[in-house]
């Protein structure tokens, strides 16, 4: 199920890269979901999905809304026996195991 949705919100994010830009935050509204559907249990990903879906409009500011996810870090042994980490994402810590996700560029 997750694989289909990230599917589709691939194919979304490829049509609406036609058009002008019109989230009125960042990351834009799929990305954000995207984020969610990466790092969060799937009915927390819709949940969030959703909300956030609803809050871009005119009645809200809009601006910088990372995603905050839920993360359990893997032990210190699996991440020194790594050779080739590509970082793709940076987690910032914001409390128990809650992290904004950040997208590397």
Same mark, same amino acid.
């Given at each position: 199920?997750?694989?289909?949705?990230?599917?589709?919100?691939?194919?979304?994010?490829?049509?609406?890269?036609?058009?002008?830009?019109?989230?009125?935050?960042?990351?834009?509204?799929?990305?954000?979901? /995207?984020?969610?559907?990466?790092?969060?249990?799937? !009915?927390?990903?819709?949940?969030?999905?959703?909300?956030?879906?609803?809050?871009?409009?005119?009645?809200?500011?809009?601006?910088? !809304?990372?995603?905050?996810?839920?993360?359990?870090?893997?032990?210190?042994?699996?991440?020194?026996?790594?050779?080739?980490?590509?970082?793709?994402?940076?987690?910032?810590?914001? /409390?128990?195991?809650?992290?904004?996700?950040? /997208?590397?560029?």
């Amino acid at each position: 199920m997750r694989k289909a949705i990230l599917k589709i919100l691939k194919i979304y994010q490829y049509i609406s890269a036609l058009t002008p830009a019109s989230c009125r935050y960042y990351p834009t509204c799929s990305e954000y979901a /995207k984020w969610q559907f990466k790092f969060n249990r799937l !009915d927390r990903a819709i949940f969030n999905s959703i909300v956030r879906i609803l809050r871009c409009n005119q009645l809200f500011k809009g601006g910088i !809304d990372y995603p905050l996810v839920v993360f359990n870090p893997p032990s210190l042994l699996n991440i020194i026996n790594r050779e080739n980490i590509e970082i793709k994402y940076w987690l910032i810590h914001k /409390k128990n195991n809650k992290y904004f996700v950040i /997208k590397v560029f």
